[in-house]
């Protein structure tokens, strides 16, 4: 029912910045808690920020705290990773997922995007 697509992904420099979007369908988009995650090649994949539905709670990987902030605008029906001071080990596919319950935990997620990548070089 939820269907979700990531957009802004791409190459920058260490040290730039990007902004992912996820875009959600569907009037009950702003009911859900949102989580962004991300997987290297080689690598599982691993928790990077989450958002509960209202915005008021928000939880982020010990690697991105304070470089990266996530945050929603559900009039467009929009979840947002902005990402700041990138690193080398910043590259991976990046997802969106959506779900009842705010959580770090990828399989309780009930609905995922395809994923856009990111690439930061050195």
């Known amino acids: 029912q939820v269907q979700l697509v990531e957009s802004g992904g791409g190459l920058v420099q260490a040290g730039g910045s990007l902004r992912l979007s996820c875009a959600g369908s569907?009037?009950?988009?702003?009911?859900?808690?949102v989580g962004w995650f991300r997987q290297a090649p080689g690598k599982e994949r691993e928790f990077v920020a989450a958002?509960?539905?209202?915005?008021?709670?928000?939880y982020y990987a010990d690697s991105v705290k304070g470089r990266f902030t996530i945050s929603r605008d559900n009039a467009k029906n929009t979840v947002y990773l902005q990402m700041n001071s990138l690193k080398p080990e910043d590259t991976a596919v990046y997802y969106c997922?959506?779900?009842?319950?705010?959580?770090?935990?990828?399989?309780?997620?009930?609905?995922w995007g395809q994923g856009t990548q990111v690439t930061v070089s050195s």
């Open positions: 997922a959506a779900g009842r319950q705010v959580t770090t935990i990828a399989h309780q997620y009930e609905y």
């Open positions: 569907g009037r009950t988009f702003s009911s859900y808690a």
């Open positions: 958002i509960s539905w209202s915005g008021g709670s928000t």
